[in-house]
């Protein structure tokens, strides 16, 4: 039973990630093939293509598409690396640690939301130096939307550099540090080539499936598009959603067929990311070769700090400007604060919030609940087996976010549509929510897991007591923090997902993300504010409770404290 | 060998050979009478641990291991891990952080003692008999190296375990709290009636078990 369990879990949990993307890619192949029979579809042709090819802007879609995905990739990287290798293992990196995990938790589109509100030329950035400049109307700048994406990438490196800087920190223990460190400085190198050459390859070896994530994301992300990017013409992932959600069901066909486009832009992305790769470890090895120090590296080092400092504080003044907006009575350009505060934005919302809320709820908690159970059950199972998770396992696990979204959800949504599933719409989104909730959780847990000391268990089972009782009474409430963090990371994960909830529920079911993302195109400041701060608050709500409950339960337990 | 051999009292280790890959690490047969101490020395990295993990069934799987160990005749290596009752003391006393010292000592009671006040007291009498009476509520994070120490014997000894295994329990301790711990150690398994492994790099251990010492060296030759 005890064996049994734990075995089953790594096969449901493979099925759980392997499948729905398997089938979602056959669902979107398909039907660009001409081929789905619920809509009338029951020969392959390469019409739906053909249409596609006549789209006009399409391939400068698929351009900006590749282009703001890159460039969000490697600014995020690039910053994550320098500020990095010019801190770690000092106190300012820990600080700095502390204000960026709390980003992971905020969701996308919020994110994006507040830095709009933030630049946009009635923003306020602008407001703030208006009196200086005697600017007394919103200047005639197109921000956000500006045809280059470059207030997209922007919003989207305020997200993925906290995503890459913690998922760096969390293998940097993998790595001698500090003897690194002495080694460097002892030949004379500056703190960042010494870093570089002696550190990154390896570090970069166990990071490199999430920056191939963040490729994949930035390069078909939709909700940030819609409220950040260019629109006439958007990225080629906007583009799909419109198609995906058009009434004329006939439409489906040319979207699948865009779908397929978008494998290929993002892993012609991919590609031209590996030839980088490769590019950069030629250049690394010259420079060490010909023994470059890069002594003088002060001045880079403080500008990363800068840089990771503003990116913190947009994120959070953004969310202020939120909460501000959401409360706001008049605020006329170019006043730094409203006239008057008001609940009234919040009132007219909230008898409208009560169903998304109660469905962003349940399908977060049922997914993350589903994906605790199933990575404790196969961490468990490597303890049996005495074998942790191979690099192929890793991949497996990063399989549902480096495939995009867009393109097999999709395809679920075709399938779904045509097995008639309509009653059971929740358990659908739930286990869609799943494949992208299991991921996080897996990863934040497994660290932890496999760090506690094995000889406590010894003891527990020479004291005579089974594997299920050793887990029950000394595994899971020693890694209870962890675990309780684990949850909290997944609900915030299944809290922020805008496009598969879009998707699999079809505006049948709608969550607090996706009605806020819904308003991007209004331009009402006072209801985004409420909707956007909601869907930041929740996740933090999730957060902050389940803190608590550590603290409760070891009241008195000093080891237990962090 | 036509008969089949009587069980005896205590310990017994017959050809038990641990490998890894060609390397030899132990080899070993022995007896251990109940009360007496069993001594292996060897140098950090030598393997002596292996020994334990064998008898207690937490051997990594690479190492390969074969031999037999009965405990009053009970072939050991047939059982689960948890049905072996070989209890373990490790270097660091390892207590169960969320649990109270008394809850440290109540989760090692067999589960055949049902009732809650009957665990209790039993916990509660333990305590009492090692010095630390009142203790029971407790957080062990508070506690000082050597009464850490003596929860985890207490915790090891109400689990009625079949045999000792002591992993250089001593090693972490100061001069004068290992010579009282030693003591300590020694004499309850002596009353208790239990066989007694002690695997040390400690000469001093040796000579206070006062046991048959086997020592094993760095490249694996095993040798008394």
Same mark, same amino acid.
């Given at each position: 039973m005890t064996a049994l369990l734990p075995?089953?879990a790594?096969?449901?949990? &493979?099925?759980?990630?392997?499948?729905?993307?398997?089938?979602?890619?056959?669902?979107?192949?398909?039907?660009?093939?001409?081929?789905?029979?619920?809509?009338?579809?029951?020969?392959?042709?390469?019409?739906?293509?053909?249409?596609?090819?006549?789209?006009?802007?399409?391939?400068?879609?698929?351009?900006?598409?590749?282009?703001?995905?890159?460039?969000?990739?490697?600014?995020?990287?690039?910053?994550?690396?320098?500020?990095?290798?010019?801190?770690?293992?000092?106190?300012?990196?820990?600080?700095?640690?502390?204000?960026?995990?709390?980003?992971?938790?905020?969701?996308?589109?919020?994110?994006?939301?507040?830095?709009?509100?933030?630049?946009?030329?009635?923003?306020?950035?602008?407001?703030?130096?208006?009196?200086?400049?005697?600017?007394?109307?919103?200047?005639?700048?197109?921000?956000?939307?500006?045809?280059?994406?470059?207030?997209?990438?922007?919003?989207?490196?305020?997200?993925?550099?906290?995503?890459?800087?913690?998922?760096?920190?969390?293998?940097?223990?993998?790595?001698?540090?500090?003897?690194?460190?002495?080694?460097?400085?002892?030949?004379?190198?500056?703190?960042?080539?010494?870093?570089?050459?002696?550190?990154?390859?390896?570090?970069?070896?166990?990071?490199?499936?999430?920056?191939?994530?963040?490729?994949?994301?930035?390069?078909?992300?939709?909700?940030?598009?819609?409220?950040?990017?260019?629109?006439?013409?958007?990225?080629?992932?906007?583009?799909?959603?419109?198609?995906?959600?058009?009434?004329?069901?006939?439409?489906?066909?040319?979207?699948?067929?865009?779908?397929?486009?978008? &494998?290929?832009?993002?892993?012609?992305?991919?590609?031209?990311?590996?030839?980088?790769?490769?590019?950069?470890?030629?250049?690394?090895?010259?420079?060490?070769?010909?023994?470059?120090?890069?002594?003088?590296?002060?001045?880079?080092?403080?500008?990363?700090?800068?840089?990771?400092?503003?990116?913190?504080?947009?994120?959070?003044?953004?969310?202020?400007? &939120?909460?501000?907006?959401?409360?706001?009575?008049?605020?006329?350009?170019?006043?730094?604060?409203?006239?008057?505060?008001?609940?009234?934005?919040?009132?007219?919302?909230?008898?409208?919030?009560?169903?998304?809320?109660?469905?962003?709820?349940?399908?977060?908690?049922?997914?993350?609940?589903?994906?605790i159970l199933?990575t404790i059950g196969c961490l468990e199972r490597e303890i049996q087996?005495?074998?942790?998770?191979?690099?192929?396992?890793?991949?497996?696990?990063?399989?549902?976010?480096?495939?995009?979204?867009?393109?097999?959800?999709?395809?679920?949504?075709?399938?779904?549509?045509?097995?008639?599933?309509?009653?059971?719409?929740?358990?659908?989104?739930?286990?869609?929510?799943?494949?992208?909730?299991?991921?996080?959780?897996?990863?934040?847990l497994?660290?932890?897991w496999?760090?506690l000391?094995r000889?406590y268990e010894i003891?527990a089972t020479?004291?005579?007591r089974s594997r299920l009782s050793v887990l029950v009474s000394i595994r899971l409430p020693m890694l209870i923090?962890?675990i309780?963090?684990?949850?909290?990371?997944?609900?915030?994960?299944?809290?922020?997902?805008?496009?598969?909830?879009?998707?699999?529920?079809?505006?049948?079911?709608?969550?607090?993300?996706?009605?806020?993302?819904?308003?991007?195109?209004?331009?009402?400041?006072?209801?985004?504010?409420?909707?956007?701060?909601?869907?930041?608050?929740?996740?933090?709500?999730?957060?902050?409770?389940?803190?608590?409950?550590?603290?409760?339960?070891?009241?008195?337990?000093?080891?237990?404290?962090? | 060998?036509?008969?089949?051999?009587?069980?005896?009292?205590?310990?017994?280790?017959?050809?038990?050979?641990?490998?890894?890959?060609?390397?030899?690490?132990?080899?070993?047969?022995?007896?251990?009478?109940?009360?007496?101490?069993?001594?292996?020395?060897?140098?950090?990295?030598?393997?002596?641990?292996?020994?334990?993990?064998?008898?207690?069934?937490?051997?990594?799987?690479?190492?390969?291991?074969?031999?037999?160990?009965?405990?009053?005749?009970?072939?050991?290596?047939?059982?689960?891990p948890q049905?072996?009752?070989?209890?373990?003391?490790?270097?660091?006393?390892?207590?169960f952080?969320h649990?109270?010292?008394?809850?440290?000592?109540?989760f090692?009671?067999?589960?055949?003692?049902?009732?809650?006040?009957?665990?209790?007291?039993?916990?509660?009498?333990?305590?009492?008999?090692?010095?630390?009476?009142?203790?029971?509520?407790?957080?062990?994070?508070?506690?000082?190296?050597?009464?850490?120490?003596?929860?985890?014997?207490?915790?090891?000894?109400?689990?009625?375990?079949?045999?000792?295994?002591?992993?250089?329990?001593?090693?972490?301790?100061?001069?004068?709290?290992?010579?009282?711990?030693?003591?300590?150690?020694?004499?309850?398994?002596?009353?208790?009636?239990?066989?007694?492994?002690?695997?040390?790099?400690?000469?001093?251990?040796?000579?206070?078990?006062?046991?048959?010492?086997?020592?094993?060296?760095?490249?694996?030759?095993?040798?008394?």
């Amino acid at each position: 039973m005890t064996a049994l369990l734990p075995r089953s879990a790594v096969a449901l949990t &493979l099925g759980l990630l392997v499948l729905p993307i398997t089938f979602g890619l056959l669902g979107t192949l398909l039907p660009a093939f001409g081929y789905l029979p619920a809509l009338g579809g029951h020969d392959l042709s390469l019409q739906p293509f053909r249409d596609l090819a006549a789209t006009p802007g399409l391939p400068t879609a698929a351009v900006l598409s590749v282009a703001t995905g890159l460039a969000a990739t490697l600014i995020s990287l690039g910053i994550t690396l320098i500020f990095v290798a010019s801190y770690a293992g000092t106190p300012t990196l820990s600080r700095l640690q502390h204000l960026l995990s709390p980003l992971l938790a905020v969701p996308h589109a919020a994110a994006a939301f507040g830095l709009a509100f933030l630049i946009a030329p009635s923003g306020f950035l602008i407001r703030l130096v208006a009196p200086l400049f005697g600017i007394d109307r919103p200047p005639d700048i197109l921000i956000p939307h500006d045809p280059m994406g470059l207030t997209m990438i922007a919003g989207l490196v305020i997200k993925e550099t906290p995503f890459l800087f913690l998922v760096t920190l969390a293998a940097l223990p993998q790595v001698e540090l500090s003897a690194a460190r002495r080694l460097a400085a002892s030949f004379g190198y500056g703190r960042i080539a010494g870093f570089v050459y002696l550190l990154w390859p390896s570090l970069y070896r166990q990071i490199r499936f999430a920056v191939y994530a963040v490729i994949a994301y930035s390069s078909s992300v939709v909700d940030v598009a819609l409220i950040l990017g260019p629109n006439l013409p958007g990225t080629l992932a906007t583009r799909l959603v419109q198609w995906m959600n058009d009434p004329d069901l006939s439409v489906r066909f040319l979207a699948s067929a865009g779908a397929v486009l978008q &494998l290929g832009v993002t892993l012609a992305g991919l590609l031209f990311w590996f030839v980088l790769e490769r590019l950069a470890a030629v250049l690394l090895r010259a420079s060490r070769e010909r023994g470059w120090r890069f002594v003088r590296d002060q001045f880079l080092r403080r500008v990363s700090i800068l840089v990771v400092g503003l990116i913190g504080g947009a994120v959070f003044a953004g969310l202020a400007i &939120l909460a501000i907006w959401s409360l706001a009575g008049l605020w006329q350009f170019p006043d730094l604060l409203p006239q008057s505060f008001t609940l009234r934005s919040w009132m007219s919302a909230l008898p409208r919030i009560g169903d998304p809320l109660v469905t962003t709820l349940v399908t977060g908690f049922a997914s993350t609940l589903l994906a605790i159970l199933l990575t404790i059950g196969c961490l468990e199972r490597e303890i049996q087996t005495g074998r942790s998770a191979s690099q192929k396992a890793l991949l497996m696990l990063y399989l549902p976010l480096i495939v995009p979204q867009i393109t097999f959800v999709f395809g679920l949504q075709l399938l779904f549509i045509g097995s008639g599933g309509g009653e059971y719409r929740l358990t659908a989104l739930v286990l869609v929510h799943l494949v992208f909730v299991l991921p996080y959780v897996f990863l934040s847990l497994a660290d932890p897991w496999r760090a506690l000391d094995r000889r406590y268990e010894i003891i527990a089972t020479a004291l005579g007591r089974s594997r299920l009782s050793v887990l029950v009474s000394i595994r899971l409430p020693m890694l209870i923090r962890p675990i309780l963090t684990a949850l909290a990371l997944g609900f915030a994960v299944s809290v922020g997902q805008y496009l598969p909830t879009l998707l699999i529920a079809e505006g049948r079911l709608s969550t607090i993300t996706t009605e806020a993302v819904a308003l991007a195109s209004g331009n009402n400041r006072r209801v985004i504010g409420v909707y956007a701060l909601l869907q930041t608050i929740v996740p933090f709500l999730a957060f902050a409770l389940l803190a608590l409950i550590p603290s409760a339960l070891h009241r008195n337990r000093r080891e237990m404290r962090v | 060998m036509m008969l089949q051999r009587q069980p005896t009292n205590g310990l017994s280790l017959s050809n038990v050979l641990i490998r890894m890959g060609d390397v030899s690490l132990i080899a070993l047969t022995a007896e251990v009478p109940p009360g007496s101490v069993f001594t292996v020395m060897g140098p950090s990295g030598s393997g002596k641990s292996t020994l334990l993990s064998f008898i207690g069934g937490f051997l990594d799987p690479v190492f390969d291991a074969k031999g037999k160990v009965s405990v009053d005749g009970v072939d050991l290596l047939s059982l689960e891990p948890q049905a072996r009752r070989a209890g373990i003391l490790f270097q660091d006393p390892l207590l169960f952080p969320h649990m109270s010292v008394g809850a440290n000592v109540a989760f090692a009671i067999p589960a055949d003692v049902r009732d809650r006040r009957r665990r209790r007291q039993i916990a509660a009498d333990i305590l009492a008999d090692m010095n630390l009476a009142d203790f029971a509520d407790r957080d062990p994070a508070t506690l000082s190296g050597g009464q850490k120490g003596r929860v985890a014997l207490a915790r090891v000894l109400v689990s009625r375990p079949r045999l000792l295994l002591l992993d250089e329990p001593f090693s972490k301790l100061d001069m004068e709290l290992r010579a009282q711990m030693r003591t300590l150690v020694f004499e309850r398994a002596r009353t208790a009636g239990l066989p007694v492994i002690l695997v040390t790099h400690d000469d001093a251990d040796a000579e206070a078990a006062g046991g048959p010492v086997h020592r094993i060296g760095m490249n694996g030759a095993s040798h008394d």
